[in-house]
């Protein structure tokens, strides 16, 4: 069981490049999520998924696309990337909006230089 | 508006008691997590209360007043693999019952 898989764990890319973060749960989870988190600072919520094919925006969307084909993929793609997208990207999936906690896969970071 | 209030860092001595408070504020509070992050390691759930009192398993409890905006995660019997953050977050209805996060307590264990 391998729980949430993210790919990849490290990444630099440079302003005005593109890319995909990979996430994928094998644990039959309606609900996913992207977050990023920046020192000092509370995790925030980029975009979410309530089950495949609906998407919604988080608290900070903007610079930022998902999709939620199956139930067990949801990729993140940045497309003009920035410096102010410098950060720990972290998915995570949930059984729904009940007591289950949330697990989260190990984290993206990312520097766009 | 919405806002969860954690220290910033704390210090404890291996074997103690420890508290770390969480304080918040938001429109529609619907149930309070706590999670602990080992650094450069992602977030893992630890508990979760939505009624006010104590909720205990093992050496951690986590406390809630829901009148005072207001839980406690205590930590006993401390542990050297207990250096981490703790990381308090509130689901708000207000907010499509997603997680607003606190910034987190770095807790530090000395010998």
């Known amino acids: 069981n391998a729980g949430v898989t993210q790919t990849p764990k490290f990444r630099i890319l440079k302003i005005g490049q593109s890319m995909t973060l990979q996430c994928t749960q094998d644990?039959?989870?309606?609900?996913m999520y992207w977050y990023r988190q920046d020192p000092g600072m509370g995790l925030k919520l980029i975009y979410y998924?309530?089950?495949?094919?609906?998407?919604d925006k988080g608290e900070v969307p903007n610079g930022y696309n998902v999709s939620r084909s199956t139930t067990e993929d949801f990729p993140l793609r940045l497309e003009l990337a920035a410096p102010s997208q410098t950060s720990v990207y972290f998915c995570?999936?949930?059984?729904?909006?009940?007591?289950?906690?949330?697990?989260f896969g190990s984290g993206t970071r990312l520097t766009v230089v | 508006g919405q806002n969860i209030d954690q220290p910033t860092e704390m210090t404890a001595t291996e074997g103690a008691i420890v508290q770390i408070n969480c304080t918040y504020q938001?429109?529609?509070?619907?149930?309070l997590f706590w999670y602990q992050q080992h650094a450069g390691e992602a977030p893992t759930f630890l508990s979760y209360?939505?009624l006010d009192g104590l909720e205990e398993k093992g050496r951690f409890s986590s406390f809630l007043s829901r009148s005072k905006g207001y839980s406690y995660l205590l930590l006993k019997e401390l542990q050297m693999k207990d250096s981490a953050s703790y990381l308090c977050?509130?689901?708000?209805?207000?907010?499509?019952?997603?997680?607003?996060w606190g910034a987190g307590t770095k807790l530090i264990i000395k010998p």
């Open positions: 995570a999936s949930s059984k729904d909006v009940t007591n289950y906690g949330y697990t």
């Open positions: 644990m039959n989870h309606n609900y």
């Open positions: 998924s309530v089950g495949a094919g609906i998407t």
């Open positions: 938001t429109s529609g509070f619907n149930g």
């Open positions: 209360n939505v």
């Open positions: 977050a509130v689901r708000d209805w207000d907010s499509n019952y997603q997680l607003i």
